[in-house]
């Protein structure tokens, strides 16, 4: 069963904007890592940024910060002063224990625009 | 250094064809993983590596193989594919499969099947 949640399918953000990415999950390990991935049309997965269970700030990488809520399970995505380039697929990733393993597992994705 | 190289970049085999994809990486990480990734829907997970023995296969059908030769480099051997086998195949590596270690993607093999 799919334990990362991304509600928006879709987002469109005029440029220079900041723009929230949603992401919930659900797992029963206390110990898990919750990762954003960034995949253009090229295909390739980018790597964006990372947040542990234990961490207890929230993880910030330049103009990505992750808001993370643990007692809510959201790890939301948080882009500020949107590019054009930013327009590409978004997916939240956990690796923990998932159907008893060591998995790292993906969200449905958010496309996100950047509009002009 | 922090690439996964994947080969080939695009792939076209027929039916009754064998094939190889490729994945390296020179990162020193023990944990290496094959997803397949269809057009508008994430990656899903086909099978993990981790010190180069098989940890875990998602029921997998045996048409596909992989192969962990040391600990540099990953394939997964084709065979007898179907045209629903076609896909982005993604190879990711990560220093270890637990906790925090974030996982490299390469850029993907497009495979079409004919």
């Known amino acids: 069963a799919q334990k990362i949640t991304q509600t928006q399918p879709g987002m469109f953000v005029q440029e220079k904007e900041a723009v929230t990415l949603d992401c919930t999950y659900d797992?029963?390990?206390?110990?898990?890592?919750l990762f954003w991935y960034k995949q253009p049309s090229s295909g390739e997965m980018i790597f964006l940024i990372y947040q542990g269970s234990y961490d207890q700030q929230n993880a910030t990488e330049g103009r990505y910060s992750l808001n993370f809520q643990k007692a809510r399970k959201s790890a939301n995505l948080v882009i500020s002063a949107s590019q054009l380039g930013d327009s590409a697929m978004y997916f939240c990733?956990?690796?923990?224990?998932?159907?008893?393993?060591?998995?790292?597992?993906f969200g449905q994705g958010t496309r996100l625009t950047i509009n002009p | 250094d922090t690439e996964v190289t994947q080969t080939p970049k695009h792939l076209v085999m027929g039916m009754t064809n064998k094939k190889s994809l490729k994945c390296e990486q020179h990162m020193g990480h023990r944990a290496m993983y094959w997803y397949k990734q269809k057009a508008k829907k994430p990656p899903e997970l086909m099978f993990v590596y981790s010190y180069e023995k098989l940890s875990i296969n998602e029921s997998v059908p045996s048409r596909f193989s992989p192969e962990c030769p040391n600990s540099s480099l990953l394939n997964l051997h084709l065979h007898a594919l179907q045209p629903e086998d076609s896909a982005l195949y993604l190879c990711?590596?990560?220093?270890?499969?637990?906790?925090?270690?974030?996982?490299?993607f390469g850029q993907g093999t497009r495979l079409t099947v004919v």
């Open positions: 990733a956990m690796r923990g224990i998932i159907q008893g393993a060591q998995k790292l597992v």
């Open positions: 797992t029963s390990d206390p110990s898990y890592g």
């Open positions: 990711a590596s990560s220093l270890t499969d637990q906790g925090s270690t974030e996982a490299f």
